[in-house]
Each structure stands twice: as C-alpha cells, then as structure tokens.
C-alpha cells in the first residue's frame, strides 16, 4: 500500500471512530431515567395508551429509535391527532421521559419459546378454506 | 337496593301482617327495646289512599268472600296476557319487580308455574334489558322483559337505546296504573310513556283492552323481529292486569303471522353480482349481517366464490366471517378495492366519499335503507354509494350467490383463485407479524392483554365455546389468538358505543349459549361491570354459567388519553388527566366482589405465571354449570 493511501485510511478510520463516539454520547440520554419513570407513570400517564414499560401497547416505544431531538419535537407537535400535544412541559421532563423509555430493556421472548403463540400460528397455519363453491 | 315502590309493598305487607296474624306480643317486647320510629307504619286507610284501592285483586277477594263457584268461573286478566305471551315463545322474562306489573308477575308464577317464561331476577332493569339484549343475539328471538312504570322504564332506557343501535330485538312490558291516586303511584304513571323512550323503541302501544293487548302483542313482535330489528314495547295498565273477567268472555289468542324479511331487489342484485364478478379487486366488508348458521355459511360461500377479501370491521359488527379463514382481513395496504359492497354498515360516508373521488365503486346492501326514522343519529352521515339496495343482506345473500355463481365462467375461476391466493398469502403473513408482535411484555407486571386473552384461548381451544362480551378494547388481540369459526362465537358489542353493556349482556348471551351446551366466556373491562355489579348476583342465583374475566386496568383509559389531549391542545398543563378518569387508591377487589354476591372467583392475579391456574380452576366451575370471575390486573390495553 502506497503511503498516501495508507494516511488516507488512517484519516478515515479516525473521522470514523470520532463519528462514532459522537454518536454514542449523542445516544446517551441525558434526561434522569428514574424520574422519567415516574412522569411516564404517574404524571403524564403514558402508560394509558403504551403500557407500563413501553411495549404492551400502541404504538409500542420499546426499542427506542427516536433520537432525542427528534423525540422531543415530536411530543411538541405530534403529526397523528390520537397523540397529545406536549407544548407546555418542561423540556427536561421530555428528557426524562425519553431517557426512562431508553432505559427499559425489551422484554419479548422468541416467538417459538412461547408455546401459546407457536400453537396459535400453527394453527392459523393449517386454517383453510371451506372450499364451498 | 329496595326501590321507593318496594319500600312500599313492604310496608303495605307488615300493615297486612299487623292486622291479620301475628302475636301481639313479640311486638310489645320489640316496641320495648326499639325506639318508637318517629313516622308511624301506613295503615289500611293509608294503603287504599296510595294505591287507590280498592283495586282489582280486593274485588277478587271479595268475590272470594261471596263463594268459590264465582272465583272458577272468572280468571284474573293477567291470565290471559300470558297465554298470549305464550303464542310467542318466549324462554325468559327478566325483571325487576315492580308493583305496576304485580298481576303479569302473579300469572307467571303461578299460572303458568314459572316455566315459558321463567323469571330471572334482575337488580337494576338497565341490567334486566341488557340481559335481554344479549340472549337475543345469542338466541335468535327476543326476551321479554317487563319493568315498572316511569321510573323503571328511565331506569332501563339505556340499555334500551344500546339495543336500538344494535339493532336487536327486544320485548319490553311496562306496568303503569292508568287511573293513579296514591302519591307513589301518580309519577310512575303518564299521559302517553312511550314518549320517554320512543326515539329508541321501533314501536310501542298502550293496550287499553284485552284485545288490543293481544293484538299488539303479536305487532310488535313481527315489528321486532322483522329487519331492521329492534326493541318494541308494550305499556300495560296495571287496572288492566288485575281484571277478572269472565271464561266465557276471554277473547281469542290470535297466531302470530309467518315471518319473511325484506330481501334486496332482485335486478339491482343483479348488478351488483355483475360488479362483483369484474371487478379486479372487490372487497366484502359485512357488518351486523350473520346471526345464524345460514347467513354465517352465506358469507363465506360468498367470499371464497368470489376469492376476496372480507372484511367484518371492528365496533359495530357482528362476526360475520371466521378469523382464521385466509380471506379474513382488507386485503392488506396495497389492495386497492375497485369495488366494495358493505353490507349492514350503518355509516359508509367516508369510504364512499374516497372512492368515489378516486373513480372506484362502493355499494351499499343493508335493511336500514328500508328504516322509518330515528331521532339519534345512528345512520351515520349520508353516504354517496353508487348503488344501494333496500333489503336485509342476509335474506339477500343467497340470491346475489346465484347470481354471482351463473356469471363465473372457468377462464374467470382462474383469475379469481389466482387472486386468492395472493389474498390468502398477505393475510397469513400479517397474522404472523402481528402474533409475533405480542410476545412483547409477554411476562409483564400488570399482566399484558395478549397474555390474558392468550392463556384463555389456550385453556378453551378444545371447548365449543362462545364469547359473549362486546369488542372493548381487546377485540384484535381476540380474533388473532382464538379462531372464531362458528357463527356464536362472538356475540357482537353493544351497538350505541355505551359502557354498562357488557356484564349483563353477557349473562343473557350465557343463558342462550348454554342450553346449546356451549362454553360462555366473557372479557369484561372492570369500568363496564362497576355499572351492573348486581349481574354477577343473578348469575349466581339463576347458576348460569359463565366465566367472567375481569381486565381490570383501573381506569377509564380512552378517557385518560382525550383529557391528556384536550390539555396539552390547550397548552395548560398535562399532569392532570387521572383526575375523574381513574379507577384506583382504592383499587377494587373485583374477586372479593364476586365472593360478595355468592359466585366463585379468583384474584386479583397480578403475576402472568399465576393466571393459567387461575383459569383452570375457573372455568372447572363454568363447565360444570356455574359463573366463575377471574380478576385479572392488566395492562391498560
């Protein structure tokens, strides 16, 4: 490899790990998770509509793949009029909110492990037509 | 709860019991240690000035007094209303007794020996009428259900709209004393009662005489009974009830008229099975369409003739099309249906509005374009269809299969099972991806609702089972996790989108599925049975079996996300929406409820590994002919 290559991928290689710290310090909340938790629940009621930990209801926010940015201006103006409007709350319990959402780890079994839901597609699956005509 | 008039016909009895019998002793001895009440007991004077006596039944007794021969050959009236009844067939009367309706009462308990009907005792008439509304629909035919006069009618009102919406049959007897002259009796009685509930009632008569009664008896239940369905009523003065007349003079018991609905027009069925056999991509979406095993069996004929999707929708639906068939479902996102026949759909604006604007066609079959009136606003906003035809759609359906059948040539039943087939293949992968989706806080604490619904469904898939309770906000997780492939297997919700439905509908659904030896189910929200608590009383006295699970998610949660909205558009403050719409501190022990009002019952289960056992040891008791109730705490929704 030529020298000028070789300082051309060292350029690139350190950008890139830069990049990547950068994201993931951007990826670190910065809100306070534990009282996240307790706007999530008992303040803001959340749960109402996406479960105690995120992921039982609709749409579910467990894994979360909002940056935080992003999650903040949503609750600011959510497109979807089913979605409250978050206008007048404090950014720092949006934070909070979203660093607790971050936090839960997701609780979801492989599908084959669960035997109700195996059984379920099993069934479904030899489900057939009547075949009346 | 002892009502106003009970309290009374409690009283009128301890006067009774004052002067006929009795020691005379006892009483001094209590009057010794109870204080003397400040408001002395009515007296018989005061009993003939409240209920206007002398009344029917005191011309009895004196008739009695006369000589027995005068008694045998007269009867009370009320005898011959119950043979009239008889003519139409029904197995039940719920009620909550009432004074007003006291000679129909009488009759059918000793008359008839409380058989054809039997009485089911109801503690709130709105339970007694939604009771009647879900054996309608689980039975076929109407329930009579017989309450007091005003306040017992106001008092059922609601379940009688919830009916009205639904478009299901009932049959509703109010007693009311024509002459009033007592203070209780004047404001239970009313120059025309119908008109407190006539907005929701398909008809309704005062029958002044025998004949009138008889007469509008068998009106009003061809009236109920023809489609559009609905709730009927008869006012039924009580002077009337408690009559005696004659053997010689009882008028005659009519027969009641053979039945046939009102069927589409047989050239505009026509083209819609023209429509339908060309189109690309045709869409079937029923509604409250199939409530018997033809029409059920209509559908999918139907459906695989034409290898389409069908579509029976969500709220205000009927199951109408087995869950797990492969053209259940809209075809996913990319079908675009050029033409899609609704059938039974009450508001088809907005999908006929889109489509027409993008050059596709929508029809309309439905019973409601044949409809008179309605005061609430249960048609839904006007619907520019392209075409609609005035007919029930199921007495329909087996002419538009003809129909269909005579314009599907071999080069078109290619093209057909080719679609369905790609139909077939993009509703199984969206049964795996939604079914997969669920196993997210599968092991969640409150229990998640696919957990709840998934344990059910695993326990009862070898029972022939029916679900007796409305969609909530459970009925996705439902149809993917239980395949509801017999026309019972859902009873449908409760039509006017009304909270209270559920618990006693259910029990009325439960009576009807098991004398057919089915398994009732119910998944009731815990805010539906704090309306009507005193069902699961009459479950357990009347030993109807059914099992009761409680998705107890201690609030009204739609309404906690429209508060949390209406604040945060009005930017003040979003902290507040649990004020007025939770159900909590304290939280209620619906289990220990249950245990109040003398049924079994289990919980309240919070862990997920508990409720399978929960379940098992339930419906043990639901199997072997007994209500059961699992509190079961979960997830909102």
């Not at chain 2, 009236?223 to 008028?251: D, F, H, K, N, Y």
């Amino acid at each position: 490899m030529r020298p000028l290559s070789i300082w051309l991928v060292t350029v690139v290689v350190c950008f890139a790990t830069i990049d990547l710290a950068a994201q993931a310090q951007a990826a670190r909340p910065a809100g306070d998770a534990s009282r996240g938790k307790q706007l999530f629940e008992k303040t803001y009621r959340c749960y109402a509509c996406h479960g105690y930990d995120g992921q039982t209801g609709s749409p579910r926010l467990v894994p979360m793949q909002m940056t935080e940015q992003a999650f903040v201006a949503f609750l600011r103006k959510p497109p979807r009029e089913a979605m409250p409007r978050f206008a007048d709350v404090p950014e720092q319990d949006l934070t909070a909110v979203y660093a607790y959402i971050k936090s839960i780890p997701v609780a979801a079994p492989p599908a084959d492990s669960v035997p109700i839901l195996r059984d379920v597609l099993q069934r479904r699956g030899q489900s057939g037509q009547t075949r009346t005509r | 709860m002892v009502g106003r008039r009970d309290f009374f016909k409690g009283a009128a009895a301890s006067a009774a019991g004052l002067v006929v019998g009795g020691s005379a002793a006892p009483r001094e001895a209590e009057a010794a240690v109870v204080p003397p009440p400040s408001v002395r007991p009515p007296t018989e004077a005061d009993m003939q000035a409240e209920f206007g006596l002398p009344r029917a039944e005191s011309r009895g007794l004196a008739l009695q007094q006369e000589g027995a021969t005068a008694v045998t050959e007269s009867e009370p009236a009320s005898d011959y209303m119950v043979d009239v009844l008889k003519k139409l067939d029904f197995e039940y009367a719920a009620i909550n007794p009432g004074s007003a309706f006291v000679g129909l009462h009488e009759s059918f308990i000793t008359y008839t020996g409380n058989k054809n009907p039997e009485l089911l005792t109801c503690l709130h008439e709105e339970a007694a009428i939604a009771l009647s509304h879900g054996y309608a629909k689980a039975a076929g035919k109407p329930m009579l259900a017989m309450v007091h006069g005003v306040v017992g009618l106001l008092h059922g009102s609601m379940a009688l709209f919830q009916a009205w919406a639904d478009r299901v049959p009932l049959f509703l007897i109010v007693g009311m004393h024509r002459n009033p002259t007592g203070i209780v009796n004047l404001p239970h009685s009313a120059q025309d009662l119908g008109t407190i509930v006539r907005d929701f009632v398909k008809f309704d008569d005062e029958t002044t005489t025998l004949e009138r009664f008889a007469e509008s008896a068998m009106r009003a239940y061809e009236i109920a009974m023809t489609p559009p369905r609905g709730p009927v009523m008869l006012v039924v003065p009580t002077e009337l009830q408690e009559e005696r007349i004659s053997r010689g003079q009882r008028p005659r018991v009519p027969e009641l008229a053979r039945l046939t609905p009102p069927v589409g027009d047989p050239n505009a069925v026509r083209e819609v099975a023209r429509l339908l056999v060309n189109a690309e991509t045709p869409l079937l979406m029923p509604r409250k369409v199939a409530r018997t095993q033809q029409g059920w069996d209509a559908m999918i004929e139907l459906g695989e003739l034409l290898q389409c999707p069908v579509d029976p929708g969500g709220y205000g639906s009927w199951q109408n099309f087995p869950t797990w068939h492969p053209l259940w479902g809209n075809g996913g996102s990319a079908y675009r249906p050029d033409v899609t026949v609704a059938m039974e759909m009450s508001d088809m604006s907005q999908l006929a509005r889109t489509a027409r604007a993008q050059g596709r066609k929508t029809i309309s079959i439905s019973a409601e374009h044949v409809f008179g009136h309605s005061n609430i606003h249960d048609y839904g906003r006007y619907a520019e269809v392209d075409l609609m035809v005035a007919g029930d759609a199921e007495a329909t359906l087996p002419i538009l299969i003809e129909e269909v059948k005579r314009l599907i040539t071999a080069d078109k039943r290619r093209t057909l099972d080719e679609r369905g087939a790609r139909v077939a293949a993009t509703h199984r992968e969206a049964h795996a991806k939604y079914v997969d989706g669920l196993r997210y806080g599968w092991d969640a604490n409150p229990i998640s609702v696919p957990r709840m619904v998934g344990e059910l469904a695993e326990q009862i898939k070898n029972d022939d089972w029916a679900l007796v309770s409305g969609s909530q906000f459970t009925i996705e997780v439902q149809r993917r996790l239980m395949n509801f492939d017999r026309h019972y297997r859902y009873n449908g919700d409760n039509g006017g989108f009304g909270v209270g439905y559920d618990t006693p509908a259910s029990l009325g659904a439960a009576l009807a599925h098991s004398k057919r030896g089915r398994l009732p189910i119910a998944i009731v929200g815990d805010g539906d049975l704090n309306f009507s608590p005193g069902s699961l009383w009459t479950a357990a006295h009347h030993r109807i079996p059914l099992l009761y699970v409680v998705h107890n998610n201690r609030a009204y949660h739609a309404e906690v996300m429209i508060v949390q909205r209406m604040s945060g558009n009005r930017g003040r403050g979003s902290g507040h929406a649990h004020v007025g719409t939770t159900i909590d501190n304290p939280n209620i022990n619906y289990a220990q409820m249950a245990k109040g009002y003398g049924m079994y019952s289990e919980g309240p289960i919070e862990n997920p590994k508990d409720l399978a056992a929960a379940y098992s040891r339930a419906l043990e008791r639901v199997r072997k002919g007994e209500p059961a109730l699992v509190d079961v705490v979960a997830q909102p929704r």
